[in-house]
T-cell receptor, first 114, second 113 residues
Framework: QKEVEQDPGPLSVPEGAIVSLNCTYSNSAFQYFMWYRQYSRKGPELLMYTYSSGNKEDGRFTAQVDKSSKYISLFIRDSQPSDSATYLCAMSEGGGTSYGKLTFGQGTILTVHP | DGGITQSPKYLFRKEGQNVTLSCEQNLNHDAMYWYRQDPGQGLRLIYYSQIVNDFQKGDIAEGYSVSREKKESFPLTVTSAQKNPTAFYLC????????????FGPGTRLLVL
């Protein structure tokens, strides 16, 4: 079993839809939770960063972390064709020898069609 | 413009050959990382460095080597011992104390001839 599981999709939605992307994990020591967006043949860019449980909102994007269920989500409201990309979740324990070591999900390919 | 540069964009390796991928950053970040990305497997950590002249193995270091002689540079050598080197290689950097927020370069795609 992988430490982080992410549905690879692909996910195809119409413009304006609400998109839900999810990851589950098995390591209860994870404290930092990130979402990266990666356009085709490009490096990932950091979208959202959350410490511990709770919600965080940034424009059309909302990140949720439920540590009790070991489940994180990224919601995209009013999705746009420019949101078409691969979305990667990443997690870290933080501190000690694990400092800066990120564990990534497989990535979900999202296509938003006009 | 501040950022991370990787070169070359594409690299071809012959059997038995060592190749070196370049990574440079002008963000004044102390920590730098190398990841490998294969289809359907996300990113896997090869090596990371938190300070000049020091680096640690990641999850898949076998067949790779690195050096960190300058703060700005963290080259990765793919040696002939790496039997399956075809992948997309990504370099990243971060500030110490904010190592969960990493900034990535554009990547190098390595192909075997």
């Amino acid at each position: 079993q992988k430490e982080v599981e992410q549905d690879p999709g692909p996910l195809s939605v119409p413009e304006g839809a609400i998109v839900s992307l999810n990851c589950t994990y098995s390591n209860s020591a994870f404290q930092y939770f990130m979402w990266y967006r990666q356009y085709s043949r490009k490096g990932p860019e950091l979208l959202m960063y959350t410490y511990s449980s709770g919600n965080k909102e940034d424009g059309r994007f909302t990140a949720q972390v439920d540590k009790s269920s070991k489940y994180i989500s990224l919601f995209i409201r009013d999705s746009q064709p420019s949101d078409s990309a691969t979305y990667l979740c990443a997690m870290s324990e933080g501190g000690g020898t694990s400092y800066g070591k990120l564990t990534f999900g497989q990535g979900t390919i999202l296509t938003v069609h006009p | 413009d501040g950022g991370i540069t990787q070169s070359p964009k594409y690299l071809f390796r012959k059997e038995g050959q060592n190749v070196t991928l370049s990574c440079e950053q002008n963000l004044n970040h102390d920590a730098m990382y190398w990841y490998r990305q294969d289809p359907g497997q996300g990113l896997r950590l090869i090596y990371y460095s938190q300070i000049v002249n020091d680096f640690q193995k990641g999850d898949i270091a076998e067949g790779y080597s690195v050096s960190r002689e300058k703060k700005e540079s963290f080259p990765l050598t793919v040696t002939s011992a790496q039997k399956n080197p075809t992948a997309f290689y990504l370099c990243a950097s971060s500030r110490l104390g904010s190592q969960e927020t990493q900034y990535f370069g554009p990547g190098t795609r390595l192909l075997v001839l």
